[in-house]
């Protein structure tokens, strides 16, 4: 646990598995560990307060890494996918996909460990980042006015 204006080290705290994701909501943490399972910690305890399956359809989402939230939305990279799942975060359940097929292949030259691996959010302006592990970029994500459909 840091402090947020000086970066000093003020606590820290046990858990069991691994740690791949962190976000938060208004109320809890939100963590990943890799599986299909995203736990709401409490954040003055950090004790595990309600555990989320994550669902695409019917089949169990795994590999949930890099966590964000987003508008009420998690927003969660799959490891060793140019993808970006938006995740209820009550039910789990999969609300769609941002797919980046291809977008990043010059990242992948770099080195096998050049995977996407963050995402970003500024409330204060609505901008979404995404970057990678390894990458020399990082990219602002625009989303395009939808338009009206025609008569």
Do not use: C
């Amino acid at each position: 646990v840091y402090d947020l204006k000086t970066f000093e080290r003020v606590g820290s705290f046990p858990y069991a598995g691994e740690g791949w994701g962190l976000t938060h909501d208004a109320e809890h943490l939100i963590m990943s560990d890799g599986s299909n399972t995203l736990q709401r910690l409490d954040p003055d305890t950090y004790q595990v307060t309600e555990r989320v399956s994550v669902f695409d359809r019917r089949a169990p989402l795994p590999w949930i890494n890099e966590l964000e939230y987003v508008n009420g939305q998690l927003w969660a990279n799959i490891f060793g996918q140019d993808r970006i799942a938006r995740i209820d975060p009550l039910s789990g359940d999969v609300l769609s996909w941002l797919d980046f097929a291809g977008r990043f292949a010059p990242h992948r030259k770099l080195s096998p460990s050049a995977v996407m691996n963050g995402i970003a959010f500024d409330a204060n302006s609505g901008r979404i980042f995404v970057t990678g592990k390894l990458w020399p970029k990082m990219y602002e994500l625009k989303q395009e006015p939808l338009k009206e459909p025609t008569k």
